[in-house]
T-cell receptor
Framework: GAVVSQHPSWVICKSGTSVKIECRSLDFQATTMFWYRQFPKQSLMLMATSNEGSKATYEQGVEKDKFLINHASLTLSTLTVTSAHPEDSSFYIC????????????FGSGTRLTVV | DAKTTQPTSMDCAEGRAANLPCNHSTISGNEYVYWYRQIHSQGPQYIIHGLKNNETNEMASLIITEDRKSSTLILPHATLRDTAVYYCIVRVNYGGATNKLIFGTGTLLAVQP
């Protein structure tokens, strides 16, 4: 149980275009989801926290107009990278709080974004 | 926020126990210690967590010192598939409403055949 499905697993886009990444909780309701970014050989960096039905809370230094987060339902959160540039190429991972489990957090499988 | 310190990398022979240390000297009384691991190009996987008592599950054991300033994750019989980056995380709590997991640099465990 407590599975988070993340799509797409990889995407290549042209510079200047926008890309949407979806994160779905399959068998539970996720009132809170988290979005991370990971550059090669680095740790996960928390970008933002999204709560269903309200605006996301962004970490310091993360551009909220560039990384649009929508959490309109209890099972879906999306991250849209707007006007993507090569420096946005990274591994993006979502996570959800699972209050019904013993461990509390589950992660998606990640999305490899390459901007060319 | 409590920070964690882990060795950058460790080697372990296949079949032997892997002991991964973590220092969290500024941990506060109500903060838990979580362990996750990340196999290359995948999302992190939960391993175990604890507050003050030692914990064991089907994957690993977690030993927390009495003063809670450090802990050790033990994989009793490491296999090649345990090669991954292991993250020790102290859970932060902002206003009681949202608990975020902040990842440190982790330990790259390489299990050798």
């Amino acid at each position: 149980g407590a599975v988070v499905s993340q799509h797409p697993s990889w995407v290549i886009c042209k510079s200047g275009t926008s890309v949407k990444i979806e994160c779905r909780s399959l068998d539970f309701q996720a009132t809170t989801m988290f979005w991370y970014r990971q550059f090669p050989k680095q740790s996960l960096m928390l970008m933002a926290t999204s709560n269903e039905g309200s605006k996301a809370t962004y970490e310091q230094g993360v551009e909220k107009d560039k990384f649009l987060i929508n959490h309109a339902s209890l099972t879906l959160s999306t991250l849209t990278v707007t006007s993507a540039h090569p420096e946005d190429s990274s591994f993006y991972i979502c996570s959800a709080r699972v209050t019904a489990t013993n461990y509390g957090y589950t992660f998606g499988s990640g999305t490899r974004l390459t901007v060319v | 926020d409590a920070k964690t310190t882990q060795p950058t990398s460790m080697d372990c022979a296949e079949g032997r126990a892997a002991n991964l240390p973590c220092n969290h000297s500024t941990i506060s009384g109500n903060e838990y210690v979580y362990w996750y691991r990340q196999i290359h190009s995948q999302g992190p996987q939960y391993i175990i967590h604890g507050l003050k008592n030692n914990e064991t599950n089907e994957m690993a054991s977690l030993i927390i010192t009495e003063d809670r300033k450090s802990s050790t994750l033990i994989l009793p019989h490491a296999t090649l598939r345990d090669t991954a980056v292991y993250y020790c995380i102290v859970r932060v709590n902002y206003g009681g409403a949202t608990n975020k997991l902040i990842f440190g640099t982790g330990t790259l465990l390489a299990v050798q055949p």
